[in-house]
T-cell receptor, first 112, second 115 residues
C-alpha cells in the first residue's frame, strides 16, 4: 500500500536555528498538507499545497514557516527561526481524488 | 466555520464489550467525515470515512461509524473491544462547501480497553 514518508523521524535543534522537515507524498496525489500535534494533544492544520502554491493556511502558519516542493517528489516544511513552542510532532499528509488522506508517521521536533 | 467536538477525553471499556467513541461536527454545508487512530509514538492511521451514500460506514479492524445528519454526529463503534484497540482516536471533518481540502480534527479521545 502506498505510504507518505517523512524524514527525519526525530530532530533536535537549538532555539533560533532553521529546520527543514521532509516528506515524500504518494506519487499520484495532488494535494499536500502539514499538520502538527503538540505532545498528545489536538492535531492542528498548518498549510495545504496544490498546484505548486499554498491553497490554505492557518493562523499558526506565520512568516516563520514556509513550504516548498523543490522537485517532483519532495514536499518540505521550513521553520526559519525555531522557538521552544515549535516543539511538536509534525505530520505530512497527501490526498487524491478519492478523498483519502494518508498521513506520514511524523517528525518529532524538539527545540532546546 | 467548521469544527469537530469529541466530548469525551477518555473512554474506558472492558474487553469484549461494545465501544462507542463520540463525535459531533459543525459545518456550513455537507461534511466529509473521517476517523483516525493513533497508537503511542506513531502516526495517524485511517480507519474509515463518510463521503456520501449509506449512513453506516464500515472500516478497518472491525470499526464502523454512523453518520446522523439530524444530530450532526458521526460516532465510532465496535461490537466487541480488544485490548489492542487501546489508542487515541481522532474524528475529523472536511467542509466541502468552503472548497478547502484540509481536515479539521477533534481533540481526540483516549480509549482504554481493560482486560
Amino acid at each position: 500500500e502506498p505510504e507518505v514518508t517523512q524524514t527525519p523521524s526525530h530532530q533536535v535543534t537549538q532555539m533560533g536555528q532553521e529546520v527543514i522537515l521532509r516528506c515524500v507524498p504518494i506519487s499520484n496525489h495532488l494535494y499536500f498538507y502539514w499538520y502538527r500535534q503538540i505532545l498528545g494533544q489536538k492535531v492542528e492544520f498548518l498549510v495545504s499545497f496544490y498546484n505548486n502554491e499554498i491553497s490554505e493556511k492557518s493562523e499558526i502558519f506565520d512568516d516563520q514557516f514556509s513550504v516548498e516542493r523543490p522537485d517532483g517528489s519532495n514536499f518540505t516544511l521550513k521553520i526559519r527561526s525555531t522557538k521552544l513552542e515549535d516543539s511538536a510532532m509534525y505530520f505530512c499528509a497527501s490526498s487524491g481524488q478519492n478523498y483519502g488522506y494518508t498521513f506520514g508517521s511524523g517528525t518529532r521536533l524538539t527545540v532546546v | 466555520a467548521q469544527s469537530v467536538a469529541q466530548p469525551e477525553d477518555q473512554v474506558n471499556v472492558a474487553e469484549g464489550n461494545p465501544l462507542t467513541v463520540k463525535c459531533t461536527y459543525s459545518v456550513s454545508g455537507n461534511p466529509y467525515l473521517f476517523w483516525y487512530v493513533q497508537y503511542p509514538n506513531r502516526g495517524l492511521q485511517f480507519l474509515l470515512k463518510y463521503i456520501t451514500g449509506d449512513n453506516l460506514v464500515k472500516g478497518s479492524y472491525g470499526f464502523e461509524a454512523e453518520f446522523n445528519k439530524s444530530q450532526t454526529s458521526f460516532h465510532l463503534k465496535k461490537p466487541s473491544a480488544l485490548v489492542s484497540d487501546s489508542a487515541l482516536y481522532f474524528c475529523a471533518v472536511r467542509d466541502i462547501r468552503t472548497g478547502a481540502n484540509n481536515l479539521f480534527f477533534g481533540t481526540g479521545t483516549r480509549l482504554t480497553v481493560i482486560p
